[in-house]
């Protein structure tokens, strides 16, 4: 758009009339480039925010699946057992009634071979039932009790023309017999090749519990011993379904009344009832143990749909069986449960055919697939991105799996969520652990807490002397004195964070954890004292040469009483301490109140924070003060008010506006601020208003976890979406301060 300047006012000279246009063409360059900056900085902003949120975004995407479109395969000869496929969905197998796996190669549909199962007896016949305790393992039960336990391994190479291939191992890890007497209903078969675990269900609600282990002396020699024993107690309801963990230490089962009972299986002693607990109404119908074998998910006969676990003792109490999480219903029964390898998301079944796949910590439903009747024997493979299935008509289906942060949900982030093995729901951050079935805890809330527990004790320290600073400062100290501690002031905030974080953590910390007692009791009788010291001075200048010379010095006359204060304190803190604390303020802390001392706690977050919040609302606020009329203070005083009636009931209200802004500043900059909480607290993401111990803030934890987070993770979008919340909370702080100081300032603003 073209700049137009208006023409000059006539009966002007010539010079007069250029400098006018040239002036006034300058001025509306300045406001349009004025206003330009302006939206860039919005725009910046705003692209900002985007960006962050655009990170953060996918972490509440549902999962998705799409069907792999593949030829058809020729079907096994004998009745499909079990199905499966690699982790790259290049090669699928089957596993029949005769024992036998086929393997398809998924791209063209074709049967790249078949691999046998040696039986383990000459009159095994044929497979019974298979169990699927993990991807690719399984254990498989012949028609005359014995069992077998295998597992498919693939590993990518390359043949001699140097083409990618895919070998595939068929891996006997171990077989044992049927148990002596009666033909079992169901066997299962845990363990690896060295330790074998059988649990057969035998008519009459018994269980044969059969343990084999295999121990190898010093001079290399092998010896295997065998225990069996027998389970025939009074169960409420007949069992309808039972599982066993990898290690085949744990024996779970479930009846058609409802009810979970626990067995503990230990090699060398008899099975040791461990408790039962009541799961519904229904019967139970499907039994899994999630990723770890701390949990174990249940389904039943009406569809629904739990985990359970074994949570810790109480003090006094034994552990105990409980629903830790409930998941979506299913509209039918459950009939098969799997657990994914790599996370504790679970595929389930109905008897409808509708899969779903839930996460457990979450409690999220990630994926619905529609019913399909004759669908049945569910599989994932070992990456957990793919869905198989089998069914009369289409054969094996296959579905790619996209499901990148299952653990992600508003519960996880902001709720209570029951983790394994803890006594009660409880909001936990802990990101990452050193195993493949840790539980990450990635509640938000321990750290929200933290940012705002650290600003309250830094404003809680810095805004009453700040503001109050300003107050004297601007009103009571003399021109000449103000003119040397407001810089000085100001100069604080040029102290780099990093340097505050650092002096605090490595010397006020040790410091005030050895002086505790001596700065409590400095901290009471600082002010206890100059209250005491003030009373005097207002006799004082009743004497006119007091008045006329001590007015706008007091300050430096009551310098003395401060230092008189903080003797007394060094002197009667240890005393203190060593009378009535028993030499330790820490230990005593602990016997008597049951509270730690952390040596990086909240008082020194107060006064390091405190430290870099100061220099910011005593400027803004001095400069509030400074600006109020001086008529106003003028009437004031000439209507017989004293200076600090003046102060409280004229100044204030007026410089209220802007003392609000710079107290807000302020707390913007606390709630932001990283190096010096990261270096002087704990960084424990605990929940406790104690000032005793530290806690970790939002900003800290970006600062800590970042580094460390791959990208594209769940850690890493989970840490751009504390980002977005860092900048909504100082985003709402900054609103709420901009409306209540225009209130005030239309309030005040007529004085």
Same mark, same amino acid.
């Given at each position: 758009?073209?700049?137009?300047?208006?023409?000059?006012?006539?009966?002007?000279?010539?010079?007069?009339?250029?400098?006018?246009?040239?002036?006034?063409?300058?001025?509306?360059?300045?406001?349009?480039?004025?206003?330009? !900056?302006?939206?860039?900085?919005?725009?910046?902003?705003?692209?900002?925010?985007?960006?962050?949120?655009?990170? /953060?975004?996918?972490?509440?995407?549902?999962?998705?699946?799409?069907?792999?479109?593949?030829?058809?395969?020729?079907?096994?000869?004998?009745?499909?057992?079990?199905?499966?496929?690699?982790?790259?969905?290049?090669?699928?197998?089957?596993?029949?009634?005769?024992?036998?796996?086929?393997?398809?190669?998924?791209?063209?549909?074709?049967?790249?071979?078949?691999?046998?199962?040696?039986?383990?007896? /000459?009159?095994?016949?044929?497979?019974?039932?298979?169990?699927?305790?993990?991807?690719?393992?399984?254990?498989?039960?012949?028609?005359?009790?014995?069992?077998?336990?295998?597992?498919?391994?693939?590993?990518?190479?390359?043949?001699?023309?140097?083409?990618?291939?895919?070998?595939?191992?068929?891996?006997?890890?171990?077989?044992?017999?049927?148990?002596?007497?009666?033909?079992?209903?169901?066997?299962?078969?845990?363990?690896?090749?060295?330790?074998?675990?059988?649990?057969?269900?035998?008519?009459?609600?018994?269980?044969?519990?059969?343990?084999?282990?295999?121990?190898?002396?010093?001079?290399?020699?092998?010896?295997?011993?065998?225990?069996?024993?027998?389970?025939?107690?009074?169960?409420?309801?007949?069992?309808?379904?039972?599982?066993?963990?990898?290690?085949?230490?744990?024996?779970?089962?479930?009846?058609?009344?409802?009810?979970?009972?626990?067995?503990?299986?230990?090699?060398?002693?008899?099975?040791?009832?461990?408790?039962?607990?009541?799961?519904?109404?229904?019967?139970?119908?499907?039994?899994?143990?999630?990723?770890?074998?701390?949990?174990?998910?249940?389904?039943?006969?009406?569809?629904?749909?739990?985990?359970?676990?074994?949570?810790?003792?109480?003090?006094?109490?034994?552990?105990?069986?409980?629903?830790?999480?409930?998941?979506?219903?299913?509209?039918?029964?459950?009939?098969?449960?799997?657990?994914?390898?790599?996370?504790?998301?679970?595929?389930?079944?109905?008897?409808?055919?509708?899969?779903?796949?839930?996460?457990?910590?979450?409690?999220?439903?990630?994926?619905?697939?529609?019913?399909?009747?004759?669908?049945?024997?569910?599989?994932?493979?070992?990456?957990?991105?793919?869905?198989?299935?089998?069914?009369?008509?289409?054969? &094996?289906?296959?579905?790619?799996?996209?499901?990148?942060?299952?653990?992600?949900?508003?519960?996880?982030?902001?709720?209570?969520?029951?983790?394994?093995?803890?006594?009660?729901?409880?909001?936990?951050?802990?990101?990452?652990?050193?195993?493949?079935?840790?539980?990450?805890?990635?509640?938000?809330?321990?750290?929200?807490?933290?940012?705002?527990?650290?600003?309250?004790?830094?404003?809680?320290?810095?805004?009453?002397?700040?503001?109050?600073?300003?107050?004297?400062?601007?009103?009571?100290?003399?021109?000449?004195?103000?003119?040397?501690?407001?810089?000085?002031?100001?100069?604080?905030?040029?102290?780099?964070?990093?340097?505050?974080?650092? &002096?605090?953590?490595?010397?006020?910390?040790?410091?005030?954890?050895?002086?505790?007692?001596?700065?409590?009791?400095?901290?009471?009788?600082?002010?206890?004292?100059?209250?005491?010291?003030?009373? !005097?001075?207002?006799?004082?200048?009743?004497?006119?040469?007091?008045?006329?010379?001590?007015?706008?010095?007091?300050?430096?006359?009551?310098?003395?009483?401060?230092?008189?204060?903080?003797?007394?304190? &060094?002197?009667?803190?240890?005393?203190?301490?060593?009378?009535?604390?028993?030499?330790?303020?820490?230990?005593?802390?602990?016997?008597?109140?049951?509270?730690?001392?952390?040596?990086?706690?909240?008082?020194?977050?107060?006064?390091?924070?405190?430290?870099?919040?100061?220099?910011?609302?005593?400027?803004?606020?001095?400069?509030?003060?400074?600006?109020?009329?001086?008529?106003?203070?003028?009437?004031?005083?000439?209507?017989?008010?004293?200076?600090?009636?003046?102060?409280?009931?004229?100044? &204030?209200?007026?410089?209220?506006?802007?003392?609000?802004?710079?107290?807000?500043?302020?707390? !913007?900059?606390?709630?932001?601020?990283?190096?010096?909480?990261?270096?002087?607290?704990?960084?424990?993401?605990?929940?406790?208003?104690?000032?005793?111990?530290?806690?970790?803030?939002?900003?800290?934890?970006?600062?800590?976890?970042?580094?460390?987070?791959?990208?594209?993770?769940?850690?890493?979008?989970?840490?751009?979406?504390?980002?977005?919340?860092?900048?909504?909370?100082?985003?709402?702080?900054?609103?709420?301060?901009?409306?209540?100081?225009?209130?005030?300032?239309?309030?005040?603003?007529?004085?």
């Amino acid at each position: 758009m073209a700049l137009t300047t208006p023409p000059a006012p006539a009966g002007l000279i010539p010079e007069n009339r250029a400098r006018i246009r040239r002036v006034r063409r300058v001025d509306r360059l300045a406001a349009w480039l004025i206003t330009a !900056g302006g939206l860039m900085v919005i725009v910046s902003v705003l692209g900002i925010l985007i960006l962050i949120a655009g990170v /953060a975004a996918p972490l509440f995407k549902p999962a998705r699946a799409e069907r792999l479109e593949l030829p058809a395969a020729p079907a096994p000869a004998a009745e499909p057992l079990a199905v499966g496929a690699d982790e790259y969905l290049e090669n699928g197998y089957v596993l029949d009634r005769r024992g036998v796996f086929s393997f398809y190669g998924l791209e063209r549909g074709e049967l790249l071979g078949e691999e046998p199962l040696t039986p383990p007896t /000459a009159t095994a016949g044929e497979v019974r039932q298979v169990d699927t305790p993990a991807v690719n393992l399984f254990s498989i039960e012949w028609e005359d009790g014995s069992l077998t336990l295998a597992r498919v391994r693939f590993a990518p190479g390359y043949d001699a023309a140097g083409e990618r291939t895919i070998e595939r191992e068929l891996e006997n890890l171990g077989s044992m017999p049927a148990p002596a007497g009666a033909r079992p209903r169901r066997s299962l078969l845990r363990g690896d090749a060295g330790n074998l675990t059988r649990v057969s269900l035998l008519e009459g609600n018994a269980f044969a519990v059969t343990r084999q282990a295999t121990s190898t002396d010093l001079f290399g020699e092998s010896s295997t011993a065998v225990h069996e024993h027998r389970i025939e107690e009074a169960l409420p309801g007949r069992v309808t379904a039972f599982t066993v963990d990898q290690d085949g230490e744990m024996l779970l089962a479930g009846t058609d009344t409802g009810h979970l009972v626990r067995w503990e299986l230990r090699e060398g002693e008899a099975p040791r009832r461990l408790d039962q607990a009541r799961v519904g109404e229904a019967a139970i119908s499907a039994l899994a143990m999630v990723l770890g074998d701390v949990s174990v998910a249940v389904g039943d006969e009406a569809g629904g749909y739990s985990t359970w676990s074994d949570i810790a003792a109480q003090a006094g109490q034994p552990r105990r069986l409980a629903r830790t999480h409930t998941l979506r219903p299913h509209p039918s029964a459950i009939r098969a449960i799997v657990p994914s390898p790599r996370d504790k998301s679970l595929l389930s079944l109905g008897a409808d055919g509708a899969l779903h796949l839930d996460h457990m910590t979450s409690e999220r439903h990630l994926l619905a697939m529609a019913a399909t009747e004759e669908r049945k024997l569910p599989a994932l493979n070992s990456r957990a991105n793919a869905i198989l299935s089998w069914s009369a008509g289409e054969g &094996l289906s296959v579905w790619s799996l996209s499901n990148p942060h299952p653990e992600v949900s508003l519960k996880s982030l902001f709720g209570r969520v029951w983790y394994e093995s803890y006594a009660e729901p409880d909001f936990v951050w802990q990101s990452s652990g050193g195993t493949g079935d840790f539980e990450p805890k990635l509640s938000l809330v321990p750290l929200i807490f933290g940012t705002l527990k650290g600003t309250f004790y830094a404003m809680l320290l810095a805004l009453p002397l700040a503001v109050l600073g300003a107050v004297y400062t601007s009103q009571f100290m003399r021109p000449g004195l103000r003119r040397w501690v407001k810089p000085a002031v100001e100069i604080m905030a040029a102290v780099p964070s990093v340097v505050i974080g650092f &002096l605090a953590a490595l010397w006020l910390a040790p410091l005030v954890d050895g002086w505790f007692t001596t700065l409590a009791l400095g901290l009471a009788l600082i002010p206890t004292m100059l209250l005491l010291a003030m009373l !005097g001075w207002q006799r004082l200048e009743e004497i006119p040469a007091v008045r006329r010379h001590g007015r706008g010095h007091e300050f430096l006359l009551l310098a003395p009483v401060v230092g008189a204060a903080c003797l007394l304190a &060094l002197w009667a803190g240890p005393a203190l301490e060593l009378h009535l604390m028993g030499g330790s303020f820490s230990q005593w802390l602990y016997e008597t109140f049951n509270e730690r001392y952390d040596q990086r706690n909240s008082i020194i977050i107060a006064f390091a924070l405190g430290f870099a919040v100061i220099p910011i609302i005593f400027t803004i606020s001095d400069d509030a003060l400074s600006n109020v009329p001086r008529h106003l203070t003028a009437a004031s005083l000439a209507l017989g008010a004293s200076r600090w009636q003046t102060a409280w009931r004229v100044v &204030l209200p007026s410089a209220s506006p802007g003392i609000f802004a710079g107290a807000m500043i302020g707390f !913007g900059r606390a709630v932001g601020e990283t190096m010096i909480v990261l270096m002087a607290t704990g960084n424990t993401p605990i929940l406790d208003w104690s000032p005793f111990n530290g806690m970790r803030t939002l900003s800290a934890n970006i600062a800590v976890e970042i580094p460390e987070a791959p990208v594209a993770s769940t850690l890493y979008r989970v840490l751009f979406l504390t980002a977005v919340i860092l900048f909504l909370m100082t985003f709402f702080a900054n609103t709420v301060a901009e409306v209540v100081r225009q209130r005030l300032r239309k309030k005040y603003g007529q004085l």
